[in-house]
């Protein structure tokens, strides 16, 4: 078991190291064969999690994948992971999503997620912009297990729906976060 001194130093060494990935890494560091096959495994994975999301691929318009996202925190905290956007089976473009939050919060942890655009005007949206923030912009609804089984075709009205899974790592607190998908430069 480790001790709180170990945990803080962990905690934060791990914080300072995302940040500086964040900072000092290239635009693209996976390439684009490993993002592609991660991406794959990673909406098989959530396919078999939650049957309603590949029920809901069929009416998305694209879907945007982040098969490995990383958040560290300790007080101040980030995350960084780096996915694909993919329309029918063809990909349409490589983003990263950056995350950074502040408040009560220590610990490190990985996770995937994946957003289903269900409507050209989000589609557009996030290929447009120079950077979308998630929260502004097409409306997001985060799926949970209590969420998927209340959705059906005939109730889905919003611009897009998260779903999160896949989360290892210990992660605790409360903050105030945000989230940023951007495009990444080929």
Not at 41 to 52: I, N, S, V
Request: cysteine-free; glycine content about 10%.
């Amino acid at each position: 078991m480790m001790n709180l001194k170990t945990f803080l130093v962990t905690t934060t060494l791990a914080t300072a190291a995302l940040m500086t990935v964040g900072v000092t890494a290239p635009a693209y560091a996976a390439s684009a064969t490993d993002l592609n096959k991660d991406s794959d495994q990673a909406l098989q994975t959530l396919y078999k999690l939650h049957p309603f999301a590949q029920r809901l691929s069929h009416n998305a318009k694209a879907i945007l994948i982040f098969p490995n996202v990383v958040k560290a925190g300790l007080i101040f905290g980030g995350a960084y992971g780096e996915g694909e956007l993919k329309r029918g089976a063809a990909v349409d473009g490589y983003y990263n999503s950056v995350t950074g939050s502040w408040g009560l919060q220590a610990g490190a942890q990985s996770y995937s997620y994946v957003v289903f655009l269900m409507s050209d005007k989000a589609v557009r949206y996030v290929r447009n912009t120079h950077g979308w923030e998630i929260g502004v912009g097409p409306t997001v609804v985060v799926v949970d297990e209590g969420k998927a089984k209340n959705l059906s075709s005939s109730t889905l009205k919003d611009d897009a729906y998260a779903f999160i899974f896949g989360q290892q790592g210990l992660m605790a607190g409360i903050s105030l976060e945000g989230t940023k998908v951007s495009r990444i430069k080929n």
